[in-house]
């Protein structure tokens, strides 16, 4: 398994980092976690996609900076499934959830973009085994995600003690951490230390911060506040093969 940082920033895109976007392939499937500005990569860097058959993404959330990416997709000559926790996080139909996303007058319709799939639970997609979990602690509530057991992705959400035992033993956590430093009282986002905190209770193998907030971004303190906990941190950067 291939895991690449494609948007490793959170909000607003900037010249050194897109938004959340994270690829994963497995022989000819591609699995994109999110599909922030960083999807536009699949365009700008068609090597990424040389030798792909099949093409599945999953969405952690609807917010801007995680979809903005879709409208890329609609340059792909690849079927596209959208698999969305609609029903899981608005109680809303993926289809309608889609066609607000993507559809007239914003966008040219969801036909061109990919066929949206509703994501209730753990399940296969092609060689993916994916394993998902409701996070509370963010405004309309976001998924974490675990792909084959190796990685996991946990973004927009603040500190989740729940998210220890679900990245439990995982080669690869990409935690985001919106916030450098030992704590946070953001009720929606996570700071480095305590991602680091996190990382290391949990016994996964590396701690890759991602979801970097544009306006708090110094990645040396990031790292400073996340290796104070747990020593194999990382900050992702945009381009990153973390696996």
């Known amino acids: 398994m291939e895991v690449r940082l494609l948007g490793t920033g959170g909000w607003l895109p900037t010249d050194e ?16 976690l999110d599909a922030g500005t960083g999807a536009r990569r699949l365009i700008t860097e068609p090597a990424l996609l040389a030798g792909v058959e099949r093409f599945h993404v999953v969405l952690s ?8 990416g879709l409208v890329a997709l609609a340059g792909l000559d690849l079927e596209r499934q959208i698999w969305m926790p609609a ?10 959830v889609f066609e607000r996303l993507v559809g007239p007058p914003f966008f040219t319709g969801t036909d061109v973009v990919g066929t949206p799939r509703e994501l209730e639970g753990d399940c296969e997609l092609g060689p993916f085994r994916i394993e998902i979990r409701l996070q509370p602690q963010h405004p309309g509530k976001t998924i974490a995600v675990k792909v084959d057991g190796r990685l996991a992705y946990c973004t927009d959400t603040a500190y989740d003690p729940e998210n220890i035992e679900f990245a439990r033993g995982v080669s690869i956590l990409l935690h985001e951490s919106f ?14 230390g305590e991602a680091g905190r996190l990382a290391a209770e949990s016994g996964v193998e ?3 911060l991602v979801h970097i907030n544009p306006e708090d971004c110094d990645d040396a303190e990031l790292a ?12 992702g950067r945009d381009g990153l093969l973390v696996m």
Do not use: K, N
């Not at 959330?61 to 903005?68: A, I, Q, R, S």
């Open 206 to 208: 590396r701690l890759v």
């Open 17 to 32: 980092r897109e938004t959340a976007c994270m690829y994963v392939r497995s022989g000819p499937d591609v699995l994109l």
């Open 179 to 192: 916030w450098s430093g030992e704590m946070t009282d953001d009720p929606s986002h996570t700071a480095a």
């Open 224 to 235: 400073i506040s996340a290796r104070a906990h747990f020593a194999a941190s990382d900050v």
């Open 61 to 68: 959330h609807f917010h801007l900076d995680h979809v903005m």
């Open 87 to 96: 029903r899981l996080l608005a109680g809303l139909p993926a289809d309608e």
